[in-house]
């Protein structure tokens, strides 16, 4: 009789198959496009050139996102990789061209994680100083950033499973906060009969055209995140078959999301 072993059991750091399913990769590139920034951190510079039609430029963004997130999702689904882009276009061209994939994805990587916990300082400052005015600083915005990093860190280390129960947990705290928000804000329109749809027609941008696509920058950048869904291809239950499907879905569920929070 034979015995079989995965990688996983000879090397407790190679990485684990069949560790996620299809909640554990949508959470993932979820986590990475941050619901909650995309509100907290690009809805200003969204409105400040496109107004009131905000919302019409997530949609526009998603729109424009697709095409991208099928060719992830297809060739994902022909080379299942944790290399993803850099596998690919190392097999396609040579190893060359991949290594300079792998260099761009690793600074993308790099600028996200440096800039989440900046953001989340200053947010933390701003709670901080609703309770305790005058008394916030850099110190406490160094605070935060530290915190954050730890969490985050807890949350990586043991694992990708841990990691994608983490990844779902923050996720839903941050979409539920954001949702009690635009809540509140939907019922205190409604008492004053100010609901209207005109914010899904670009044609309401407060700068015409050229506000749209300003805003337009933003609203795509609020995407940037979903091909990290196809680095744990390797790590996911039938990943030929989840990770395309998990791709389209994350941008849809969150370009639809964003949309209709920003209205």
Same mark, same amino acid.
């Given at each position: ?96 061209? $991949?290594? !300079? +994939?792998?260099?761009? %994805?690793? #600074? /993308?990587?790099?600028? =996200?994680?440096?800039?989440? @916990? ?20 850099? $110190?406490? !915005? +160094?605070?935060?950033? %530290?915190? #954050? /990093?730890?969490?985050? =860190?807890?949350?990586?280390? @043991? ?105």
């Amino acid at each position: 009789m034979g015995l079989s072993v995965n990688s996983s059991q000879l090397n407790p750091n190679a990485l684990k198959a069949g560790a996620l399913g299809a909640l554990g990769a949508t959470a993932l590139g979820v986590a990475m496009m941050a619901p909650a920034l995309g509100i907290y951190a690009n809805l200003g510079p969204v409105s400040a050139g496109a107004g009131k039609a905000s919302p019409s430029v997530f949609l526009i963004a998603l729109v424009c996102t697709i095409p991208t997130a099928i060719s992830y999702a297809l060739l994902s689904r022909e080379v299942p990789s944790a290399g993803s882009a850099y596998t690919w276009l190392s097999e396609a061209t040579t190893p060359f061209f $991949g290594v !300079w +994939m792998g260099l761009l %994805l690793v #600074s /993308t990587y790099f600028i =996200a994680v440096i800039l989440q @916990p900046i953001l989340f300082g200053l947010f933390f400052n701003e709670l901080l100083a609703s309770f305790f005015p005058g008394q916030i600083g850099y $110190g406490t !915005w +160094m605070l935060g950033i %530290l915190i #954050s /990093t730890l969490v985050v =860190a807890l949350f990586a280390y @043991p694992g990708i499973d841990i990691s994608a129960r983490g990844s779902i947990a923050v996720t839903v705290f941050g979409m539920v906060v954001i949702s009690a928000l635009a809540c509140t804000i939907l019922i205190l329109e409604l008492r004053h009969g100010h609901i209207d749809f005109e914010s899904f027609n670009p044609a309401t941008s407060v700068h015409g055209n050229k506000g749209f696509f300003e805003g337009l920058i933003f609203g795509l950048l609020s995407f940037v995140g979903f091909s990290v869904i196809t680095t744990a291809a390797e790590e996911t239950h039938s990943p030929r078959s989840i990770i395309p499907r998990v791709v389209i879905l994350a941008c849809v569920l969150l370009g639809i999301f964003w949309a209709v929070v920003a209205w």
